[in-house]
């Protein structure tokens, strides 16, 4: 191990101009800032896609509400699913991936150091893309000044002639090009974790965290290309007289729908499954014990990966396919449920007979644990074809997905950012306010989206700008908007709390956690080159095997 | 405002609804006595078959529930770090092959039921049969309204839908085939069945067969576009005698009533006749709701108001004081001439 060596202080001067660090950031393709300019981005984008949720409950607090009008409302919804699907959910993963796969796997850097830089600023002006919509998809002239098809998009509302105006074309090309962006940092990733292990990594040694995000790129690449084969021929139908989508013209309104959700599907995998890497890192850590069942757990991703992709269409179970279809998208759809409850049963196996240490992060997956479960059971819910077709397009469908993605990916994400935010930075993120920020946001969180799926049942369907009184509606909603408010609280907290102990926060060390991982040989924040010398592994836990050189992993291995 | 909302009947209103939505998971009896829009209180066999479904797959999916957090939160305390321990790592394992076999094939096996009990349940409603005596409905759906036709009747009405009870003995469902003039649209009457969508160039078709009489409420699920929200459904179950009756009243041309001649000229000489049709008259448009029997219906605008002549008033002045993007336009016309033509309207019976 190498960790000594890296004591080096850094060589920063402080009357440095602005311009010049500025001129760094921008230029550089070091893997670590790529990364936290991924995050940083992400996290932005975050509060921007959170402020249009806030607007959204608020209109939807009492029925008949007039607080926006209905065309605003239906540009928030879609803005705000754009944004926390494309420009916050993809980029911050792929900012801890960044970050994290050439630290753990004892890299110097990506593969591709230059594409990484590209692949980040792609991503970045496609989120501007999409916000530039704002002033210029010819609001002035009365077109609309934000996309408003919702983030599915759905043909034929997205033709010229129920879309005129800029704003749809903001939307596809702000895909498009983040769309190259993902693909260039999913072969970034794959290529990394296979070329670039240090000696003695075998495939069967590398962190589930790379193991997972090998999966992931994986599927970005076979899941995003035909997002971006739709876009061009969206693009074609809007400008040179297509007919892919264009009913009118006898295009296919249900085409649109397969190429989406082709996308659309292992989308989701591709949001959780960086998430399921973080708690293989983490619950290990604060049980005191090795993951259980690591060549089960690579196995259930690889699993995962392929079975979904075969279960997009049951997002179009009421579009009228054959009854054979949708008992085949049933099957499909419910198999996925094995290897992922093959997932948490490994995680609570890894907790069985642990110390189990209720640091910040280790709270954060525990309600992403709990949250998951109950997304997990309401998804086989759902993908019971006939059940789905009462649930599908409701309210029920929305508390579904939003508590996969805020109850799942988002509290991922916190844990992951508690857990590694040392590493970055140097310093810890306060403790206290960390449990503030914890107990808030899974209080709102549940308040929010446990009563979201009632209305669902009550026949409440979802992207509705107001709904009618007297259908058991109104005060369910009413509580949910008082939740979304106080998850707000809770991220506020959590950003004073990124913001106060990056200057005030104590000294991390090199290992803050007493982990096992490469990550932690090195110092904190890394140095340019990550290790002084190549490190040499012989276990999956090689912090472990230093620390015990007595009763090292290599020997059970 | 607010504290003035949150009466005591609030929380009555919410307790009710999240007892009723809770029961009805327990038990599939709920029949409330008013006709909502709760998918467990079903009034028709689709519907009915569904619900029993949702119940099992409820009940396999709650026991799973509560065995994984029971054991989620034994672990969590019996396996807590306490003061003692601080220095000694537990016992390190890394597998157990025995384990994993086990919470492998269990799920396969649940998963295998759960798969067996749905495709049942898709197959008897989607390729359930039409029977010869079946009332055939056209449903075409429009930003933002329903247009119904009943080709063999020869009646064309919109917004509100009107169909025969279905006796249990000598079942007499109604067969819609789902059409849509625009965007994507979905019809979603919960208590009666689950939804299916209206594509353009997309034909689909669905059925229902209502147990009891009365109004079954719902709206359209799919977003079309910027009114929605307000694409609202109301289907009238009726006893046979009253469809009987009903369908004689929808067959025959407009009500000819020259009191009201000078409003009929305001409809035929401005832009209401592009868009709207008036049995017997020469207005036929299509792009709008038919008009021939427009005050046999409860509601305007799909469900937005009450049909009244206030209401109807307003509509016609300014569509979107009631339907903000309604594709209705104001039709700007003096005093007198909006007073002639919701007379006129009015007698539209």
């Known amino acids: 191990m190498s960790s000594d060596a890296i004591t080096i202080p850094g060589v920063q001067i402080d009357e440095r101009p602005w311009v010049d660090t500025l001129h760094e950031w921008v230029t550089t393709v070091d893997h670590k800032r790529l990364g936290v300019m991924y995050i940083v981005y992400a996290l932005l984008f975050l509060v921007v896609a959170g402020v249009e949720a806030l607007i959204i409950r608020v209109q939807l607090m009492f029925p008949h509400n007039h607080f926006v009008s209905p065309e605003v409302f239906n540009r928030l919804f879609t803005m705000h699913g754009t944004t926390m699907v494309f420009f916050m959910g993809m980029p911050i993963l792929f900012g801890f991936a960044n970050y994290l796969v050439p630290l753990m796997v004892g890299a110097r850097d990506m593969a591709f150091p230059r594409l990484n830089a590209f692949s980040f600023w792609l991503s970045a002006l496609g989120g501007l893309l999409l916000y530039f919509s704002l002033v210029g998809a010819n609001g002035l002239y009365g077109a609309g000044n934000a996309p408003d098809v919702g983030w599915w998009a759905y043909a034929p509302l997205t033709a010229r002639a129920f879309s005129p105006g800029h704003s749809t074309d903001y939307w596809t ?150 009854s054979y279809a949708n008992s085949f998208f049933t099957i499909t759809t419910m198999a996925v449920g094995v290897p992922t409850g093959i997932k948490i049963f490994n995680w609570l196996g890894t907790m069985w007979g642990g110390r189990i240490q209720f640091k910040v992060p280790m709270l954060f997956s525990i309600a992403f644990l709990f949250q998951f479960l109950i997304a997990g059971l309401t998804g086989i819910m759902l993908g019971s074809a006939a059940f789905d077709s009462q649930l599908s397009l409701s309210y029920f469908v929305v508390a579904h997905f939003h508590y996969t993605l805020v109850g799942g990916v988002v509290c991922g994400v916190f844990a992951a950012i508690y857990y590694w935010y040392p590493k970055i ?133 | 405002m607010l504290m003035r909302r949150m009466t005591a009947s609030k929380f009555q209103a919410i307790g009710q609804s999240m007892v009723l939505a809770f029961l009805s998971t327990a038990s599939f009896a709920a029949n409330g006595p008013a006709n909502g829009t709760n998918i467990f209180s079903p009034a028709s066999t689709p519907a009915r078959m569904v619900t029993h479904l949702s119940v099992f797959v409820l009940v396999i999916t709650g026991i799973i529930f509560v065995v994984v957090l029971a054991l989620l939160v034994y672990s969590l305390i019996k396996f ?105 649209h979905s019809f979603w009457v919960p208590e009666l069945a689950g939804k299916t969508d209206l594509i353009p160039g997309h034909p689909n078709r669905m059925w229902v067969d209502p147990e009891r009489t009365g109004i079954f409420l719902g709206q359209c699920a799919q977003y079309c576009g910027v009114q929605h929200a307000k694409m609202l459904l109301r289907v009238s179950v009726d006893s046979p005698e009253d469809f009987a009756a009903w369908v004689r009243e929808q067959q025959q041309p407009a009500v000819q009533d020259t009191s009201v001649e000078t409003g009929r000229r305001v409809f035929e000489r401005n832009a209401c006749m592009n868009c709207h049709a008036v049995g017997g008259t020469p207005a036929n448009g299509r792009f709008g709701p038919d008009l021939t029997h427009l005050m046999t219906r409860a509601t305007i605008a799909s469900g937005a108001a009450k049909n009244t002549p206030e209401n109807l008033r307003l509509w016609v002045q300014n569509p979107s004081a009631i339907k903000p993007g309604s594709l209705m336009p104001a039709m700007q016309l003096n005093d007198a001439d909006l007073d002639a033509v919701v007379s006129y309207m009015e007698t539209l019976r």
């Open chain 1, 425 to 557: 930075t140097g310093r810890m993120l306060n403790e206290t306010l960390g449990k503030w920020h914890f107990w808030l946001f899974v209080i709102g969180f549940h308040l929010t989206f446990d009563l979201m799926h009632f209305p669902g049942l009550l026949g409440m369907p979802r992207r509705i700008y107001t709904y009618e009184p007297g259908r058991g509606w109104d005060t369910l909603n009413l509580l949910v908007s008082v939740g979304a408010f106080i998850q707000a609280i809770a991220v506020l907290l959590f950003v004073a709390n990124l913001i106060i102990s990056y200057f005030k926060g104590d000294k991390a060390g090199n290992d803050p956690w007493d982990a096992w991982t490469l990550e932690w040989a090195t110092s904190s924040p890394p140095p340019p080159y990550n290790f002084a010398s190549i490190p040499v592994v012989a276990s999956r836990r090689p912090l472990w095997d230093l620390k015990h050189p007595d009763d090292p992993d290599s020997r059970y291995e």
């Open chain 1, 173 to 322: 090309l702000a895909l498009l090009v983040s769309g190259f962006g993902s693909i260039g940092t999913a072969i970034n990733i794959i290529a990394t974790i296979l070329c670039m292990r240090c000696p003695g990594m075998k495939l069967n040694r590398m962190p589930l965290l790379a193991w997972l995000n090998l999966v992931m790129s994986g599927m970005v690449l076979i899941a995003v290309s035909p997002l971006t084969a739709a876009q061009m021929m969206l693009l074609i139908d809007r400008y040179l007289g297509g007919h892919f989508f264009d009913t009118q013209a006898g295009g296919s309104a249900a085409l649109w729908m397969h190429f989406f959700w082709i996308f659309g599907h292992p989308e989701v995998y591709v949001l959780i499954i960086p998430c399921f890497a973080f708690l293989s890192e983490i619950i290990p850590v604060f049980s005191r014990k090795p993951i259980f069942g690591y060549p089960v757990m690579v196995a259930a991703t690889v699993c995962i990966g392929f079975v979904s992709m075969s279960v997009w269409a049951h997002h179009m179970f009421t579009i009228g396919m054959s």
């Open chain 2, 80 to 184: 807590r770090e306490r003061g003692g321990d601080a220095n000694r790592e537990p016992a390190q394992v890394y597998g157990s092959t025995q384990i994993e076999l086990a919470w492998t094939i269990i799920p396969i096996l649940i998963v295998v039921v759960l798969f067996l009990a749905t495709a049942r349940v898709i197959h008897a409603v989607q390729d359930a049969p039409q029977p010869p005596g079946a009332i055939e409905v056209t449903v075409i759906g429009h930003q933002y309204w329903w247009e119904f036709r009943y080709p063999k009747l020869g009646v064309v009405t919109a917004n509100e839908l009107h169909i025969p009870v279905s006796d249990p003995a000598n079942s007499n469902p109604t067969f819609l085939t789902l059409l849509s003039a625009d965007t994507d």
